[in-house]
């Protein structure tokens, strides 16, 4: 046994990759890094294997937890986690030995002293976590923000104790881990980052490993990640350690860590929001610290970088696995137009050059050419027939659930939303006839042609995914039936009457005054019937129209018999016109074009929702007009709400008598809990709805719904967008998720990984159940 291996405490700078039997895997990559020239790692230390022996020795806990699990059945759930919870007890209730007591507070206070580092982070490191076969690896505990030496003891115990969550045993036991597991703990000064971002010791673009990549921005890393902000991109050529290119963005918003506990999001200073998130010297100073870990572990990295009080901390870094494992690409040759002209939001993915339309009225659409790329301020559904003729759309404002953002993404058209929020006005900077390269990818537009559009026809292998939890698909536009129905998705969770709409083109009531109303249940119906054969038996969901009066207004014949409104958002829209007697001949004429479809076209899949119903009573009468009309709820034709008030939640028992199911409208449901007008781009730092108060909502409405045995499904724009979502739903017991094309067969695979998961998470007695979810 060498010396350092009989130490309870050592630096993280004393132990190295060869030292995971001492430390464990997390605490020896983490001492590997702190000896790399140019490499600053948080500073901490470990509470070793040895130390873990001692606690179990001094306290005779070894003997007891044999007794405990000798005789225990893993496959027993109940015994399991009676197990469990018996070992970690023993681990919570026992005393640290005085002398382990002593040298881990005289760690905590020397680290305190040098690096003023009064708050810290617990984090444990297994000394099995690298083995191949060692699943349970990730399992066991980390806190942050701890302070004091009493809360420093404590959690230290928790991380030894967490060696034996329910998990952990199973695996050991189901995968003959004969080897005696141990603990090691990390004790390591906590980052309130400044500035954060991640680096790859290589251009992620394509390949060129001549290059370092630097994306940062203010607050912590998480926000780059999931895309909520843009950060800031350096390059740095590797032979002259010079930057080469560098795109500096307006950065509004940051998210914070909070001492004590927490996050969350402000807003950046007004003084920084258009200044570089990084200086040139600290640019050259992270690539230095990139090129070195890269030099070492001889491979291309991908790194997670943090700055704090000044300081530029390494706190990750893992091999980069895309470009490494292919060749590079040839660099294109590239002339001086090839700049960056907008960013902005990218909101339907796509690399597309051609030539510019800058259209700023609805009224001048037909000048648009086929396969041109459509820039305007914000479209809206009569703007619907250029939006498919066109090649790409770029617009000023919006964000990721306005009309250009939702339609574009059914269309499979690329999008770039909300290019003011990153300084420059799309329809200021471009002129029609502008030969521009639209890469909605990554939320970028360049001057000229740049590279091969080849590289956006890939040919997708369509899987072959069973999940318990139905993946639908969000359509409107009829012509794409076809194409769609050929996803793996169980249906269509939300077809939008407003694409057909757009290409009647006048107002129902104006049709009706010249006798032609019969033109448009005709057509309706058959368009309704193109869609449904594409996809029988599969159902298909309609939502009945839902425009606002502004939105109705810009329909031939409209502006007649629609009112102003300051806001039509919150005005006369959805149940409340069907009734009325301003708007129910018209309603009618939807309600006969649905019972056309299915009754001389067979579209037996056909069913209805009924949008923005803001009481029990509105859905009652609704209800009673669609009976009238020879449209009755049954085994083959069900009647949808559509949850996006919170009424809709808050009165679902009682709307339960007149529905067959729900699908929740994220984006208005969000924007009405929230306070926060969804198409208002200075409010998006608001809007988010991953918030818990949304969560709760949504929690809330199935178990509502369930105890009347109806449907819950989701077609708003957010389980496209966020993985996180995903899990979130599937764990709540959601019955249907509906997806934009593009999402749809990363989101089965998503709910297929996490059904397996919450099979063996049940299997293991480990069901993972957030109480915050609940309602108090």
């Not at 594409?534 to 207004?553: G, H, Q």
Request: include cysteine; charge should be negative; proline fraction near 4%.
């Amino acid at each position: 046994m060498s010396e350092k291996s009989k130490k309870p405490v050592l630096w993280l700078n004393e132990v190295d990759k060869n030292d995971v039997s001492i430390a464990g895997g997390k605490a020896a990559g983490l001492g590997e890094l702190m000896n790399i020239p140019d490499v600053h790692v948080p500073e901490g230390f470990v509470i070793t294997a040895y130390a873990y022996k001692l606690f179990l020795d001094r306290n005779d806990i070894e003997k007891k937890i044999n007794e405990i699990l000798e005789m225990l059945d893993v496959d027993d759930t109940r015994a399991l986690q009676r197990a469990s919870s018996e070992i970690k007890s023993l681990f919570v209730n026992s005393k640290m030995p005085d002398d382990l007591f002593d040298s881990i507070i005289e760690h905590y206070e020397d680290l305190v002293q040098r690096e003023g580092a009064a708050y810290v982070a617990v984090r444990s490191s297994a000394n099995l976590e690298d083995m191949s076969n060692a699943s349970f690896a990730g399992e066991q505990e980390t806190y942050l923000n701890v302070k004091g030496n009493d809360q420093v003891i404590e959690k230290v115990k928790e991380c030894f104790a967490s060696l034996y969550s329910t998990r952990a045993i199973y695996y050991r036991k189901k995968e003959n881990i004969n080897e005696r597991a141990s603990l090691s703990v990390i004790i390591q000064k906590q980052i309130f980052s400044d500035v954060s971002g991640v680096m790859f010791t290589l251009d992620v673009s394509n390949g060129d490993r001549s290059k370092i990549v630097i994306e940062s921005s203010y607050g912590l890393g998480e926000y780059i990640v999931s895309g909520q902000v843009t950060p800031d991109t350096f390059y740095v050529d590797k032979n002259t350690m010079k930057i080469v290119k560098s795109t500096v963005v307006s950065k509004s918003k940051m998210l914070k860590a909070l001492e004590g506990g927490g996050t969350m999001e402000v807003s950046v200073p007004e003084t920084l929001c258009e200044e570089p998130s990084l200086s040139d010297d600290e640019v050259i100073e992270l690539a230095m610290a990139g090129k070195s870990i890269e030099n070492h572990y001889n491979h291309p990295m991908d790194i997670e970088w943090a700055k704090y009080q000044g300081k530029l901390y390494i706190v990750q870094a893992r091999f980069e696995t895309v470009w490494s494992n292919r060749e590079p690409e040839e660099p294109e040759e590239k002339d001086h137009e090839n700049e960056v002209i907008l960013k902005g939001l990218p909101a339907s993915p796509g690399f597309i050059t051609g030539r510019a339309h800058v259209i700023l009225d609805v009224s001048n659409i037909d000048q648009f050419k086929n396969d041109e790329i459509l820039i305007t301020r914000m479209t809206a559904p009569d703007w619907v027939p250029v939006m498919k003729k066109s090649r790409a759309i770029i617009t000023d404002d919006g964000g990721m659930t306005c009309h250009a953002a939702i339609v574009s993404r059914e269309l499979g058209v690329p999008c770039i939303v909300g290019t003011s929020s990153f300084g420059k006005k799309a329809t200021e900077t471009i002129k029609t006839g502008d030969l521009i390269t639209v890469d909605s990818r990554n939320g970028l537009v360049y001057r000229g042609k740049v590279g091969s559009e080849t590289e956006n026809e890939v040919s997708v292998e369509i899987p072959e995914i069973i999940t318990g939890t139905k993946v639908m698909v969000n359509m409107g536009e009829p012509s794409i039936a076809e194409r769609i129905a050929k996803l793996p998705c169980d249906g269509i969770g939300l077809m939008r009457e407003e694409f057909i709409w757009a290409e009647i083109g006048e107002h129902p009531l104006s049709l009706l005054k010249n006798n032609r109303g019969d033109y448009f249940v005709d057509k309706l119906s058959e368009y309704m019937a193109q869609v449904c054969r594409a996809f029988n038996p599969r159902p298909v969901i309609l939502r009945f129209s839902d425009f606002k009066t502004d939105e109705y207004s810009n329909l031939k014949g409209g502006s007649e018999f629609e009112p102003v409104e300051d806001n039509p958002l919150l005005g006369w829209r959805g149940a409340s016109r069907y009734y009325d007697e301003r708007y129910r001949e018209a309603f009618k004429l939807e309600l006969m074009a649905v019972r056309k479809a299915r009754e001389e076209y067979r579209a037996r899949n056909l069913w209805v929702m009924v949008p923005f119903t803001r009481t029990v009573e509105e859905m009652e009468r609704i209800i009673r007009i669609m009976e009238d009309n020879g449209l009755y709820r049954g085994k083959d034709f069900k009647v949808f709400l559509m949850a996006e008030i919170p009424s809709n939640i808050l009165l679902a028992d009682k709307f339960n008598k007149y529905v067959d199911g729900y699908s929740i409208g994220s984006n208005d449901l969000t924007m009405l809990l929230l306070g926060s007008d969804r198409n208002n781009g200075k409010m998006s730092s608001m809007f988010d709805e991953r918030d818990l108060a949304v969560k709760r909502a949504i929690k809330y409405l199935i178990k509502i719904a369930h105890k009347d045995k109806k449907i819950v499904s989701i077609c708003g724009q957010a389980p496209s967008q966020y993985d996180e979502l995903v899990d979130f739903l599937v764990r709540a017991g959601i019955d249907d998720i509906s997806v934009n094309p593009d999402a749809v067969i990363h989101v089965k695979k998503l709910v297929a990984s996490v059904e397996a998961r919450i099979k063996l998470e049940a299997a293991l007695g480990h069901v993972e159940i957030d109480d915050d979810w609940d309602l108090p």
